[in-house]
């Protein structure tokens, strides 16, 4: 055997008298930490602001009555939110360790919450890095003087295509001709081949008055993203196509990117969240300042502000508003403990929960204000209304922004900036979650902290490994398939678990301590307000919204194509095995004894964060040899 000081420089060797004879005690590499609280909440900020705040929250505003929305998404902020939000942080401050060694030491019956949390994250990781990929081929096709994606004079593309700049181009040379068929031809023959007597550029006439010139066209945007980036036309379940070697290789370059991010663990991620966290905001800045000096920038902002109130009567807009709150601030799957673990013990990770909350809901705002005023331009361009110009889901950021910014002057700067800054966000809200696979590893098997850079490596690539289905012709149905029952209904199962855990198990007076112990001391309506929100509000509004999705959820699409039955078995098992761990684990925990309300109890290795809850291990955190008195032991070694 060799020496552990020469086998690990970095751990800490210590000698303690017990009962007469000396144990000699190696610890294991030490956990890292935050260089300073900045770059704590840095890393929130960049975990929690993600594409998620680009283009999910504007498409919601959208479908659900405009400024109206923010009424139910605030609300829900206030009562579930931000309490869940406080209680992973405290929880990861207070014990130092990862959600799976957390939960299993406040309540061991409930061991298999925190492997639930891990589940989650990482299923996320898989479909989210196939969005950053996205964003990557966009980037690198943006600096080609064509952008492709503007024309219909593709291989791809189909006669139904429409390009607006073929159509600008188209009259220009004849203001009374269309873009149709991917041709210019006279509006009135088009609106003739229709059976109408005449027409013109916007309408066709008939003996029973005037009608809008409305043929069947696709924004060739569109056609560029389904058919070209994505590969999809003709692609099903049953025939899933080729691989697309593009979107491969953009995936492959941002999981390398991922990695030599993470390679040195926390302390790699507290330098690169300076950059990820706050060059998006910068990127920001500058679309919106382009974006209100176009024509129809004010229409489309103030259609983004307008509250349509008798939304508020549907049950939908207020699970749209809870199902955002969880995918906007990632709670519920185990990063936020993560990040918190590795904090100062007297951090005031409060503050820092009410300010990364309310930073992530200005930037919703501050982005939904960006993307209106841009669909406005687009909306005056394609002389169209602002809500039939706007797409929901990954239409508005591949598809109508594309088509945007085409019209724009200088396209390419345009078009690189904002994918860009997509990318950074979507490479940002990565970095939690590989470090909670990561932390979770390192808190069983403490000797590995000094292969963390392989440990890291090997997470990312089983993600992936993992992902590379989805970057087939049919890849975006399993996309969409993960979306639709990952971080949707299951999540919120997982979201009442963790505050049954800590105000029901642990008990919420208990824990309110806890917090006094980390310098954090509240008024008395400060501390009603916590306990009300975790004892009665967070686990009823979680359960409310969880009751409705299940009442009213329906089987998974893409645009007109339903999945078979099969395929719709595949993503409701993807949403169970989320679940799988908390009975799985208790059944275990149940079975090996003692089966009593110890199981719900904390273990006497649950502590604060101050080596005390590390040492109390010592199986899996030190080595230990028992020498004799007056035995030496300079030169011996540890077992």
């Not at 025939?239 to 993470?262: K, M, N, V």
């Not at 909670?436 to 997470?459: C, M, Q, W």
Request: glycine fraction near 10%; charge should be negative.
């Amino acid at each position: 055997m060799t020496d552990v000081k020469e086998k690990t420089p970095k751990a800490k060797k210590i000698s303690l008298g017990v009962g007469g004879a000396l144990v000699e005690l190696a610890q294991e590499p030490e956990r890292g930490s935050w260089a300073n609280p900045l770059e704590f909440v840095l890393s929130c900020i960049g975990y929690a602001v993600g594409i998620g705040n680009v283009w999910r929250f504007p498409s919601l505003v959208y479908r659900n009555g405009g400024g109206a929305f923010l009424i139910p998404f605030v609300l829900m902020l206030i009562t579930m939110g931000l309490p869940i939000f406080f209680l992973e942080l405290a929880v990861g401050q207070y014990s130092g360790l990862g959600p799976n060694e957390a939960f299993t030491r406040m309540a061991p019956a409930l061991q298999g919450l925190g492997y639930c949390t891990l589940v989650v994250i990482l299923f996320v990781m898989v479909y989210y890095m196939v969005i950053v990929a996205w964003t990557l081929f966009y980037t690198f096709v943006s600096f080609m003087p064509k952008l492709a994606w503007a024309y219909c004079d593709n291989d791809f593309n189909t006669n139904n295509c429409y390009s607006g700049l073929q159509e600008i181009e188209c009259q220009a040379e004849d203001p009374e001709t269309i873009f149709y068929n991917k041709t210019c031809i006279l509006a009135k023959k088009v609106c003739e081949s229709f059976g109408f007597l005449d027409g013109n550029v916007t309408h066709c006439i008939d003996h029973d008055g005037v009608v809008p010139l409305q043929p069947t066209r696709v924004l060739s945007s569109e056609e560029y993203f389904n058919d070209y980036v994505l590969g999809l036309r003709g692609a099903t379940w049953e025939h899933f196509g080729g691989i697309r070697w593009e979107l491969l290789g953009c995936l492959t370059l941002a999981w390398i990117i991922c990695y030599l991010c993470l390679m040195r663990g926390v302390q790699s991620i507290g330098k690169v969240v300076y950059f990820t966290a706050l060059f998006p905001y910068v990127m920001l800045t500058a679309l919106l300042i382009r974006g209100v000096t176009l024509e129809g920038a004010g229409d489309g902002s103030l259609w983004f502000i307008t509250p349509k109130w008798s939304t508020l009567e549907s049950t939908g807009v207020w699970a749209d508003a809870a199902s955002q709150v969880f995918y906007s601030l990632g709670i519920g799957c185990g990063s936020l403990i993560t990040l918190s673990s590795y904090s100062n013990f007297n951090n005031n990770c409060h503050r820092d929960a009410i300010f990364v909350t309310f930073a992530n809901l200005g930037t919703s705002i501050f982005a939904g204000f960006v993307i209106f005023s841009i669909m406005g331009f687009l909306a005056v361009q394609m002389d169209v209304p602002v809500d039939e110009v706007i797409k929901s889901g990954a239409g508005l950021a591949f598809v109508a922004y594309p088509e945007a910014v085409v019209r724009m002057p200088a396209p390419n700067v345009w078009a690189v900036l904002f994918f860009v800054m997509l990318f950074i966000l979507g490479i940002g809200s990565q970095f939690a979650g590989v470090q909670a696979i990561n932390t979770a590893i390192l808190d069983v098997r403490p000797d590995l902290r000094k292969y963390e850079s392989y440990v890291v490596l090997g997470i990312c690539v089983t993600c992936w490994l993992l992902a590379i289905p989805m970057v087939f012709d049919g890849g975006i149905y399993l996309f969409t398939l993960m979306d639709w029952n990952t971080a949707s209904w299951a999540i919120l199962l997982i979201g009442i678990a963790e505050v049954g855990v800590v105000a029901w198990c642990y008990g919420c007076n208990k824990f309110l301590r806890n917090i006094a112990e980390m310098q954090m001391r509240f008024n008395l309506l400060l501390r009603g307000y916590w306990w009300l929100s975790w004892v009665v509000l967070a686990p009823i509004t979680c359960l409310a919204v969880f009751v409705y999705e299940i009442c009213t959820y329906q089987m998974p699409s893409y645009g007109h194509y339903v999945f078979p039955w099969w395929a719709n078995g595949i993503g409701i098992l993807i949403g169970l095995s989320t679940l799988a761990p908390m009975p799985l684990f208790f059944v275990h925990r149940f079975w090996k004894g003692p089966r009593d309300r110890s199981l719900f109890q904390p273990k006497k290795s649950w502590g604060p964060a101050t080596g005390k809850n590390r040492d109390n291990d010592s199986s899996s955190t030190a080595s230990l040899k028992i020498s004799q008195p007056g035995e030496d032991t300079s030169q011996k070694d540890c077992v």
